[in-house]
């Protein structure tokens, strides 16, 4: 099997073989179907293997540097046999989410490994009674969380990291952030980092509180930034919207109502309240989605997190939250995770920071895929005026649009000014309004209660019936229809004369659909597509 990823990072001129692996970590690379490493990997396990360096690596998002870090750490607890006992390396990341997904790719990469090179996953929920049992067992890799690595050092004291030899900080720059403080300088406690370990820090954005820790876990680190990649090769595009507070319902709701974005899209809104209001608005079009955000229960947020990777939901509205002071939470949804397959990245609220947008972003045009970004941006004139819609970090959305492009050009990109035909969309402003009306406050509040106490059942049920049943996922879905709100029916019908002429039942077109009428005349121009959203509008392929 051939994937094809970050086709813009790969080194193709490389092998995998020609850094002397292990024949089981080549076979697991080729099970994996990576056939040439990305640049970042490259460097990595070569400075890592051959210089034994600490590293600090900033290189963009999706150009794999997970499997950077991995690859060399397997190599070498697979080269140094059983030489010693205990804990080889350590992975730090900040969220369960991540825990999981780093775990589940060192389990593929030690697929053919046996007891030679185990992963253990801190964050596994499992009982302290079976957590022991697999501490006891004395595993090669384990990947968790800072505070859970704290918390279970100190009620395990016989566990000794004395033999580490590795210690990876993943998305770094985040840990500091994240209030992981504490337990970092803790944790330098029980290593002795500057002589025995090999130290990598990681992540697409590096910031000054990554000094302190290089300070207090590197020895004269290789720094690596791979973040430029040539523009014309660059598989993201990136469009925005100005536009106003109310008009984002209306534009959301053409848009996915006539299908004009093909394929999964990742749809980030500011607030809690904000993303159970954005579905149960689409709920009364018949528009299924469903919600990642940082109140749900661990269980379900990973649930949500496979299932759309696995295209069981096509929409996933997720809540990147915005403290008091606007800075962003950037509670996990946008870092690190690996969203499979994401044709478009659709910032409803416009993030308050350039660093989260280019988090956010970042989940899509991965694995060699090319993707979409698209921006809504609320004017600054128009700001607040309709109440009801309004949202405090839409404030500035400008400023913030105007941070983005600058660091954006600074990576070659640009963001394109996105020209959508007001006036065509018109036609659907009563129905948006009649469903923007039903979705009211106290409906999100019972919206939010309902969701929490279903995916809290869920979550308990999810763990137990998946223990027993891992095939059987059907009871468990994460998209259905939430509350009781009172909208029409007939909201969820949109009325043949208002589609597009090519999407009318008797026309049987497939694919994209054009907004326009079409144009009826002779010779080339016969029947030629005109797209009201264009560029939004644009076949593509997933
Ligand atoms: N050499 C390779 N060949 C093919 N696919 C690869 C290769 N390396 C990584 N991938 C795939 O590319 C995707 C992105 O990798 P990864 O999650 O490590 O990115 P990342 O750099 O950590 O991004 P982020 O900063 O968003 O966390 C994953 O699905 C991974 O399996």
Redesign the pocket.
């Known amino acids: 099997m051939s ?4 086709q813009d990072y ?1 080194d193709e001129g490389v092998s995998f073989e020609s850094f002397d692996l292990d024949a089981r970590l080549i076979q697991a690379i080729n099970k ?7 640049l ?2 490259t460097q990595t396990i070569k400075l890592s293997l051959e210089e034994r360096k600490d590293i600090i690596a900033r ?10 870090y991995c690859i060399p750490i397997v190599q070498s607890i697979l080269a140094s046999g059983s030489d010693s006992e205990g804990v080889k390396a350590l992975v730090l990341v900040p969220t369960k989410e991540l825990s999981k997904q780093v775990a589940e ?1 060192l389990g593929q990469l030690t697929v053919f490994c046996g007891r030679s090179a185990r992963v253990l996953n801190l964050n596994d929920n499992v009982s302290e009674q079976v957590q022991l049992q697999l501490l006891n067992e004395g595993r090669e890799i384990y990947v968790s969380t800072p505070a859970k690595l704290i918390s279970v050092l100190e009620k395990n004291k016989s566990i000794q990291l004395t033999n580490l030899r590795f210690l990876v900080i993943d ?1 770094v720059d985040l840990m500091v952030s994240y209030g992981y403080k504490d337990d970092l300088d803790k944790l330098g406690e029980y290593l002795s980092t500057k002589t025995n370990t090999q130290t990598f820090l ?3 954005t590096l910031n000054e509180e990554v000094t302190e820790l290089k300070t207090k876990f590197c020895n004269k680190p290789a720094v690596l930034k791979l973040e430029d990649v040539d523009s014309d090769k660059k598989k993201l595009v990136q469009y925005y919207i100005k536009t106003n507070e109310l008009d984002k319902f209306l534009l959301i709701y053409v848009i996915l109502k006539l299908g004009l974005i093909k394929g999964k899209i990742l749809l980030f809104v500011n607030e809690l309240d904000r993303g159970y209001k954005l579905k149960l608005f689409l709920q009364n079009f018949g528009i299924k989605s469903c919600l990642l955000n940082s109140e749900l229960p661990v269980n379900s947020r990973l649930h949500i997190v496979e299932e759309f990777n696995k295209n069981v939901y096509n929409l996933l509205i997720a809540t990147d939250e915005a403290n008091q002071e606007g800075q962003s939470n950037d509670f996990g949804v946008s ?2 995770v ?1 969203f ?1 397959n994401v044709a478009c990245v659709l910032n409803f609220d416009l993030p308050v920071s350039s660093k989260t947008y280019v ?1 956010r972003v ?2 899509t045009a ?3 895929k090319s993707g979409m970004a698209l921006s809504f941006v609320v004017a600054a004139k128009e700001w607040g005026k309709h109440k009801a819609s309004s949202l405090a970090s839409a404030k500035k959305d400008e400023k913030v649009l105007a941070r983005i492009e600058r660091s954006q050009s600074k990576l070659g990109y640009e963001l394109k000014p996105y020209q959508f035909n007001m006036k065509q969309v018109e036609a659907f402003r009563y129905r948006m309004e009649d469903s923007f009306r039903s979705v009211t406050r106290a409906a999100v509040r019972d919206a939010r209660l309902r969701e929490i106490k279903q995916e809290l059942m869920a979550s308990e049920k999810l763990k137990r019936h998946f223990e027993e049943n891992p095939q059987d996922l059907v009871t468990l879905r994460h998209d259905k229809d939430l509350a009781s709100v009172r909208a029409d029916a007939h909201l969820k019908r949109v009325p043949t004369y208002l589609l597009p002429e090519g999407a009318r039942p008797e026309e049987k077109k497939v694919g994209f659909v054009p907004f326009n009428k079409v144009r009826k005349g002779r010779g080339k121009k016969r029947g030629k597509k005109v797209d009201v959203l264009k560029g939004v509008g644009k076949r593509r392929k997933t």
């Open positions: 994937v094809s990823v970050a790969v994996l179907g990576f056939e040439h490493p990305t970042i990997q290189a963009s998002t999706g150009s794999g540097k997970t499997a950077a790719f998305e990681m992540s697409a870092r690190g690996d499979k988090h970042g989940r991965r694995g060699g």
